[in-house]
């Protein structure tokens, strides 16, 4: 059995507390260490106090079990506290952290995993000297900077005034597993990739973490928040003749490892998958294509938050750099009337399965909020962290972000609903009918999606990009749907999103994690099937290595009648 000792509350929280009382009380008014700038008097202007200090602490525990090709490949058990100091100088309208200079107020720093006040205190000490030096050094460039630029598009300050928050929930339980018959299991998993010898590489891996996020703060916040997750992740990849990659990723998701599914089930899932890789490696390669489509739900939540999610983060809206794709619109449509957008991290389940987006509180010690992002059609407001924006000057509890990042307005749990609904086997038929109206031989079926990416940037096209594993021709002619490969969506968001036509009657999920400009943080997507009546493809990168050249080592009898179960 792999567990960890439960952490104690008080003394952590009370170190943070006291070094944060002594950071808000002593610096800036005498020389500190390592900070070259710092007057001994208060009152100079090259020694300011901070405004706002603020401590988070990740106290994380996890385990790491990975096999392959039926064999343990990793195990690994870890214990970490990583503490984000956050310093700001000047003031809420101007400080360290305006435009580019954001990453300034953060330092981050290991701390010691036993609850040694004195080891705490002295480490969380040093990490605040340092980040106060760090913001010292931004504040002066911000100064200099503001006095020669042209003025800003958006003037709002640069750190927003927020009721303090007091909601120390009780900390995540001890993560304990069987190991053993864990091990048992994914060895059983990836040795069913034994049998498929054109598959090259699989990786079958459990990921399960309990943390708890410590949050205090000058401002008066005080929280503690829990977080355990289970994922089970199956991933296999070949290569066709012409030197094409093509993978596979299946993911399991629960709140602890004993709500993962059944064996049975994922076994099942493990062998279609290698099947349809075998099946992909044949198939052939779609051309660029424009016309009709259907996204299964997966894939439309993948699109959604690519194309619209990225789009209505609350820092994107502001700065030199950023595309404001939808700055100007709210109160007006971008969207079809039959489609509203909410983000709700607040809830953790939808129609029985576990959302990765779910959280309680966000990285910026704010409560999690569901926010009503697009009602019928019509957008009415964005993900906001405690960055303002014009025309919005709270948070909205989506401030969030990876250890040793600064957070940014993310999304959550990204839930996509319809009015204008029709069943699977109807969407079908109009897709047909769609493609016959354009006088296109077939439509496209995307039913499975790895990821994609959004561009937001003004110096590139407002583009985006989303990375289909497993797509069909659908046949106007009543011919059977063919499998294809190497094509990825791609366009522009507003044209994208105004060419949906219906949605099916029932929402699928997608469980996965986003990286931005804050890191990687876990995220869900909810949407309905989906027809479009335009959607571009283009081909994929063809590659130009060979499969490999020699076949791989023969399996044994005995290796596999045990595979079938036999003894």
């Known amino acids: 059995m792999a567990g960890f000792p439960v952490p104690t509350d008080p003394v952590l929280m009370q170190a943070m507390e006291t070094e944060l009382h002594r950071a808000m009380t002593e610096l ?12 001994t008097s208060p009152k100079d202007a090259a020694s300011p106090k901070p405004y706002f200090v603020s401590f988070t602490v990740a106290d994380a525990q996890s385990v790491t079990i990975q096999a392959q090709y039926g064999a343990i490949a990793i195990s690994n058990a870890t214990h970490t506290r990583t503490a984000d100091v956050q310093v700001r100088l000047g ?55 503001q006095q020669v630029r042209a003025k800003e598009e958006d003037a709002s300050p640069d750190f927003s005034t927020q009721k303090p928050d007091d909601d120390v929930l009780p900390p995540a339980s001890v ?7 864990w091990k048992a299991r994914l060895r059983e998993i990836s040795g069913i990739f034994r049998q498929y010898p054109d598959i090259y590489y699989d990786m079958v891996a459990l990921q399960a973490s309990h943390q708890t996020d410590y949050f205090v703060s000058s401002d008066g916040s005080r929280t503690a ?17 012409d030197g094409m990659d093509l993978f596979r990723v299946e993911t399991f998701e629960a709140d602890s490892d004993g709500h993962l599914p059944a064996q049975s089930e994922v076994l099942a899932k493990t062998v279609a998958m ?22 299964s739900g997966r894939a439309a939540a993948v699109f959604f938050h690519e194309v619209l999610g990225h789009r209505l983060e609350g820092q994107r809206q502001r700065g030199d750099e950023e595309g404001q794709t939808f700055t100007k619109l709210l109160n007006k449509p971008i969207l079809p009337s039959f489609l509203s957008v909410a983000d709700d991290p607040t809830i953790s389940v939808f129609d029985g399965h576990p959302l990765s987006g779910h959280y309680l509180i966000d990285d910026e010690g704010q409560p999690a909020q569901r926010v009503e992002l697009v009602d019928k059609g019509v957008l009415k407001t964005f993900l906001m962290s405690r960055l303002p924006v014009a025309s919005f000057a709270d948070s909205n509890g989506h401030g969030r972000a990876e250890t040793g990042k600064m957070p940014t307005g993310r999304q959550g749990n990204l839930i996509v609903t319809s009015t204008n609904t029709v069943s699977d086997a109807k969407l079908r038929e109009m897709l047909k009918a769609e493609a016959k109206k354009q006088n296109k031989p077939y439509g496209l079926f995307f039913e499975d999606i790895s990821s994609g990416f959004a561009v937001t940037t003004r110096r590139s096209p407002q583009a985006f990009q989303v990375i289909p594993l497993v797509v069909y021709r659908v046949y106007v002619d009543g011919r059977p749907d063919e499998l294809v490969r190497g094509v990825s969506i791609v366009g522009t968001p507003q044209a994208a999103l105004n060419s949906i036509l219906v949605t099916s009657d029932h929402q699928d999920i997608f469980n996965g994690e986003c990286g931005a400009e804050s890191g990687t943080v876990p995220v869900s997507a909810v949407a309905p099937a989906m027809l479009v009546s335009a959607i571009e493809t283009q081909r994929q990168a063809q590659g130009t290595q060979r499969p490999p050249i020699v076949p791989p080592p023969p399996i044994d009898s005995k290796t596999m009648t045990a595979m079938k179960g036999g003894r």
Request: charged content about 20%.
């Open 274 to 295: 290698a099947k349809n890789l075998d099946q992909l490696r044949v198939a052939p390669i779609t051309e660029p294509y424009n016309g009709p489509a259907i996204l």
């Open 28 to 39: 800036g008014t005498a020389q500190a260490p390592g900070v070259t700038k710092v007057s």
């Open 225 to 241: 928040s829990p977080n355990q997750v289970a994922r089970l992740i199956v991933v296999a990849r070949t290569r066709a003749a």
């Open 175 to 181: 993560l304990a597993l069987d190991t053993e018959a």
């Open 91 to 145: 003031s809420p309208a101007l400080d360290n952290t305006h435009g580019v200079h954001r990453g300034s107020a953060l330092t981050t720093m290991a701390l010691p995993l036993s609850d040694d006040r004195a080891a705490l205190e002295r480490t969380l000490w040093f990490a605040t000297n340092r980040g106060y030096g760090k913001s010292l050094d931004a504040l002066e460039t911000v100064k200099t900077e």
